[in-house]
């Protein structure tokens, strides 16, 4: 699949060098923006497969890569949104996987230079899927919570292959890194599924929800308006 990819960050120099690098790999640059307004609008006229976007533009340099992926969300549910960030910024990122992990990827800036992980998220992100970043996911489980919450029933070897889900990994890739069997991995996912009360999906949607369900149930994620 020859991706058209939209990119949109302040630094001009990072914005070059990332389209250099995609259409190197073979993929093809619609365009690239300087904030998040011009993104959207790139997007309106031009249209894209996935969207790249700095978290932090002009003109407050907070979230108007959030908004501006919220906007495209919207108005294009059919393009995928893969948010940088210089920083882990947990509020920020899973505000916006709240509501709704299809088609959305969160990494930090340091993955783009692993060539094959990025260009790898890239398509996941554009077929509808879900990337988010390790440190991300890390930092989200090891989160303290008081009480029994949605979540505590699973064994630490089930939260650990659902940390390794909300990267968006295969089964394939999850037994590899816990040196498990593929079967074992795929006994693991049915058994979360059941513990997380989660009714029978595509397969993809429910990988998504049961990562939602559980950053949720532990008051990691926000509830949907």
Do not use: C, W
């Not at 077929?127 to 930092?139: H, M, N, S």
């Not at 089930?158 to 593929?182: C, D, H, P, W, Y």
């Amino acid at each position: 699949m020859n991706l058209r990819v939209a990119i949109a960050d302040d630094s001009a120099l990072l914005r070059r060098g990332l389209a250099a690098l995609l259409q190197s790999e073979g993929l093809e640059v619609v365009g690239e923006a300087s904030d998040g307004s011009e993104l959207v609008e790139m997007i309106d006229s031009q249209g894209a497969d996935v969207a790249v976007v700095d978290i932090r533009m002009p003109p407050t340099f907070t979230i108007e890569g959030i908004q501006a992926a919220e906007t495209i969300r919207s108005r294009h549910p059919e393009t995928g949104v893969l948010l940088l960030s210089q920083y882990v910024e947990t509020e920020n990122a899973m505000a916006l996987l709240g509501n709704g992990a299809k088609g959305l990827g969160y990494l930090l800036k340091e993955r783009v230079s692993d060539i094959d992980e990025f260009i790898d998220a890239l398509h996941r992100v554009a077929a509808g899927g879900t990337a988010i970043d390790p440190q991300l996911v890390t930092r989200l489980v090891s989160r303290p919570h008081e009480g029994h919450q949605l979540g505590d029933d699973l064994s630490s070897r089930e939260k650990s292959v659902l940390e390794l889900m909300a990267e968006g990994r295969t089964n394939q890739a999850i037994g590899k890194a816990l040196f498990l069997g593929e079967r074992t991995v795929e006994a693991h996912i049915r058994s979360i599924f059941l513990k997380l009360e989660l009714r029978p999906e595509p397969e993809d949607h429910r990988r998504v929800l049961a990562v939602l369900t559980y950053l949720r149930g532990t008051g990691r994620a926000p509830d949907r308006e």
